[in-house]
């Protein structure tokens, strides 16, 4: 059963600092992987998508990295700003069309 | 951009209630999740559907049903409503075109089972 993990569960930064947060996983048999950010209450908005022929994908100050043999990911948030304080979760999609989920990184950024 | 839309945002329920919960997309997309969500547990997968009609259970069916008369629309159907169904519900759809598409959530539902 594919097991992710994402270390460690709660994190602060000062604003301005890179963010870098990391997902693990134990089956290194996936299609893709996909970094989501939720805030208090509310549902889920995907952030990147990674397929597994791939080796990262940019957005804005986001960069995610995935080395599928070592089965980890890599989220980096370049110059955090407060409005990034929120839980990030990363999720591994696998051949039975189900996604297997991180329990999440919670940050909060400081002003 | 992809709408998920669950219908209501907070629902209060009493024990032994029949409690539907529904999901709407706008992106004609083939499938269509039912996740609950709990602290410590993370993300579980309820039940998910892959065509109009089609379902196939997750990894905690036990208590819940569901419906996809139409390929917008997915009902999650709590039979028997228990305290211990309290959560929050989120809903995802994607496209059933090739193995690489995301999955896109709603705002979820908070469900309380008084």
């Known amino acids: 059963k594919q097991e992710v993990t994402q270390i460690p569960a709660a994190l602060s930064v000062p604003e301005g600092e890179n963010l870098v947060l990391n997902c693990s996983f134990t089956?290194?048999?996936?299609?893709?992987l996909q970094w989501f950010r939720q805030d208090p209450g509310k549902g889920l908005t995907s952030l990147l998508l990674?397929?597994?022929?791939?080796r990262e994908q940019t957005s804005g100050r986001l960069n995610a990295s995935l080395d599928k043999s070592s089965g980890r990911s890599t989220l980096y948030i370049a110059a955090s700003q407060p409005g990034d304080s929120a839980t990030y979760l990363c999720?591994?999609?696998?051949?039975?069309?189900?996604?297997?989920f991180g329990k999440g990184n919670q940050v909060v950024v400081i002003p | 951009d992809v709408k998920v839309t669950q219908s209501s945002r907070y629902l209060v329920k009493r024990t032994g209630e029949k409690v539907f919960l529904e999901c709407v997309q706008d992106m004609d997309h083939e499938n269509m999740f039912w996740y609950r969500q709990d602290p410590g547990l993370g993300l579980r997968l309820i039940y998910f559907s892959y065509d109009v009609k089609m379902k196939e259970k997750g990894d905690i069916p036990e208590g819940y049903s569901v419906s996809r008369e139409k390929k917008e629309r997915f009902s999650l159907i709590l039979e028997s409503a228990s305290t211990n169904q309290t959560s929050m519900y989120l809903c995802?759809?994607?496209?059933?075109?090739?193995?690489?598409?995301?999955?896109?959530f709603g705002d979820g539902t908070r469900l309380s089972i008084l």
């Open positions: 990674i397929q597994s022929s791939q």
């Open positions: 089956d290194s048999a996936i299609y893709n």
């Open positions: 999720a591994v999609r696998q051949g039975n069309n189900r996604l297997a």
């Open positions: 995802a759809s994607s496209s059933g075109a090739g193995w690489g598409q995301p999955q896109h």
